[in-house]
């Protein structure tokens, strides 16, 4: 079974639109590097394919559009190959920023039917397309802190780039967001009803595609805007809008003052109680790498982050916490991870530094971006 079916639907004046579906329901659609390589070389033919007008991606099952990447993987080729555990891991998540970083530079329109759970590597295509679809069953979260890694597939770029503290919020905790938080948040810009996609299938197939794709997305945008209208009572109010203020004072100050805030906060809202025990139960030296991304993305172009963050996940495999969480979380289940370190013997500078150098001695893998 192809783990992604590509097809084109037939649209106005001999246009197409190119349809990726991740077919993989019982990983909930995660990516592995095999679909990666599918999904880039199909987009690179459509993105050369003068019929092609535009993509969708969306997904199989109604659980998920795509609940991250397959870190089992790089897990077990470590238990199974270690000598040749950095180059998988390096080839792993090079060809994964290779393709969001293709999406958000297609030039195209590229359109994301994000329902259901989309986490992780989902983030990362969602975030590279140009129309980012959320649903009333849609839950977006970055959730690497569980598994020691840190918020990648650019996050280094977009959560340093929302409003507030928002950003590192998202990074240190995990927190689910709704359909409404991600339109607050700016990861996605359009809402429709889960039982709409038929009608948003049709409506592409009437839009009068040209040659133009700035103008091909403003038609896509006019399209979605329309459809909206009858969605928009099933869309909810934002947590994060109404919380902005506490959120920013919550997340305030250096990473160790963040910490310590949380530990010793008591709150009656249920999100919030979850959202620290998800962050304190997490990867100390994944608290510090979202909290220096935050930083650092800021000043960074979108090619620059994903450069840094290449350096930075391969150094999170080798000398980090990752193997450890996806051990505990993922493997065995067992749900004890043992982190190298704790909120009381916090991770020094040295450690952090460590993880933030570059472990690219010559040229870098992704220079070309």
């Known amino acids: 079974m192809e783990s992604i079916i590509f097809s084109t639907l037939a649209s106005s004046k001999g246009k197409q639109i ?25 987009l690179t033919l459509w993105q050369q394919d003068p019929q092609i007008a535009a993509v969708l991606l969306d997904a199989v099952g109604d659980k998920a559009f795509c609940a991250g990447g397959d870190v089992r993987a790089l897990y077990h080729a470590r238990q199974q190959n270690p000598q040749h555990f950095v180059a998988q891991v390096s080839d792993f998540f090079e060809a994964e920023y290779r393709l969001d970083y293709q999406l958000h530079t297609f030039g195209k329109p590229v359109l994301v039917w994000g329902d259901g759970i989309v986490m992780g590597g989902g983030i990362g295509l969602l975030m590279g397309a140009s129309h980012r679809i959320v649903t009333e069953r849609s839950r977006l979260a970055m959730p690497e802190v569980t598994i020691g890694l840190y918020p990648d597939v650019g996050g280094t770029y977009f959560l340093s780039r929302m409003q507030g503290k928002l950003g590192l919020f998202l990074g ?5 967001l709704t359909a409404a938080d991600a339109r607050y948040v700016g990861m996605a810009n359009h809402f429709l009803a ?3 996609k038929q009608r948003l299938l049709h409506a592409l197939t009437a839009v009068a595609w040209g040659e133009n794709h700035s103008l091909n997305k403003q038609k896509l945008h006019d399209v979605l805007d329309d459809l909206e209208i009858s969605s928009t009572e099933h869309v909810g109010k934002s947590r994060l809008k109404a919380n ?13 003052e963040i910490v310590s805030r949380m530990q010793q906060l008591a709150s009656s809202e249920t999100w919030l109680e979850r959202a620290k025990a998800t962050m304190l139960a997490g990867s100390p030296q994944s608290w510090l790498l979202a909290d220096a991304q935050c930083q650092l993305g800021r000043e960074m172009s979108l090619a620059e982050c994903f450069r840094f963050e290449l350096g930075l996940s391969i150094n999170c495999c080798v000398l980090g916490d990752f193997c450890e969480g996806v051990r505990a979380l993922l493997v065995d289940k067992d749900r004890q991870p043992q982190w190298a370190y704790g909120a009381q013997t916090f991770p020094p500078d040295s450690q952090l530094q460590a993880l933030l150098t570059s472990p690219f001695s010559g040229d870098h893998p992704l220079a070309d971006l």
């Open 18 to 42: 190119g349809i990726a579906t991740l077919n993989a329901e019982k990983s909930l659609n995660a990516l592995s590097v095999t679909m990666v390589d599918a999904l880039t070389k199909q």
């Open 172 to 176: 240190l905790t995990a927190y689910n």
């Open 194 to 196: 889960s039982s709409e």
């Open 244 to 256: 902005q203020g506490l959120i920013d004072k919550l997340m305030d100050g250096r990473i160790g």
